[in-house]
C-alpha cells in the first residue's frame, strides 16, 4: 500500500452508529486481535489487555449494563481496552496505541467502528468475571454497518499542526 492509498483510507474513516447486528467472522476476529497485539508499547511493558465481547446476546447484555449508546448493542464485537499499570500514563496511552491499529485492521476488513468513551466503569468488572488489575480504559463498538454515511469536516492541517511552536 502506498502513503496515498494509506491516506485515502484514513479520509473515508468516520463513526459508525448503524450497525447490522451480523457477527464477525473468526478471520475477522483473527485479524483485529493480531493488529492490536502487534501495537507499539511503551518500552515493551504490554501492560494492556482486550477483552472481545461478541455473539448477538452477550453484546447486546454488555452494553446495556455498561448503559453504552444504544446502537452499540447491534455491534457484531465490542472491545474492551484495559489499562493493568494504573500509575502508568505510557499504558493508558498502549491501549489507544492498541485500538487504533484494531481499527485501521477493522476499517481494512470493510467492518466499521465507534470509539466508545462513555460507559459505566465501576460496572465493568463484575461484567467479565471479577476484579482485574488495571481499570477499563475505553471500548470499541465494530461491525457490519448499514449506509454509506458522511465523514465529518476535520480542521485545517495549518490550523492543527505547528513545527518547532505555536
Excluded at 82 to 110: C, H, K, P, Y
Excluded at 132 to 138: D, H, I, K, R, T
Aim: charged content about 20%.
Amino acid at each position: 500500500m502506498t502513503p496515498q492509498e494509506l491516506l485515502q483510507q484514513f479520509q473515508k474513516r468516520r463513526s459508525v452508529r448503524t450497525f447490522t447486528g451480523e457477527p464477525l467472522t473468526d478471520e475477522e476476529l483473527h485479524f483485529i486481535e493480531e493488529a492490536g497485539r502487534w501495537a507499539a508499547s511503551s518500552s515493551n511493558r504490554q501492560a494492556r489487555r482486550f477483552i472481545l465481547i461478541h455473539g448477538r446476546e452477550e453484546v447486546a447484555r454488555f452494553a446495556q449494563a455498561a448503559k453504552m449508546n444504544p446502537f452499540a448493542a447491534k455491534a457484531g464485537l465490542l472491545i474492551l481496552g484495559w489499562s493493568t499499570n494504573v500509575e502508568s500514563r505510557g499504558a493508558t496511552a498502549d491501549v489507544f496505541i492498541s485500538m487504533t491499529q484494531m481499527e485501521t485492521m477493522a476499517w481494512a476488513l470493510g467492518l466499521g467502528t465507534c470509539w466508545l468513551g462513555t460507559f459505566a466503569r465501576d460496572e465493568v468488572p463484575g461484567m467479565i468475571g471479577g476484579a482485574a488489575p488495571g481499570w477499563p480504559v475505553m471500548m470499541m463498538a465494530v461491525g457490519r454497518y448499514e449506509g454509506e454515511g458522511q465523514c465529518k469536516a476535520k480542521m485545517p492541517a495549518d490550523e492543527m499542526f505547528f513545527r518547532g511552536r505555536f
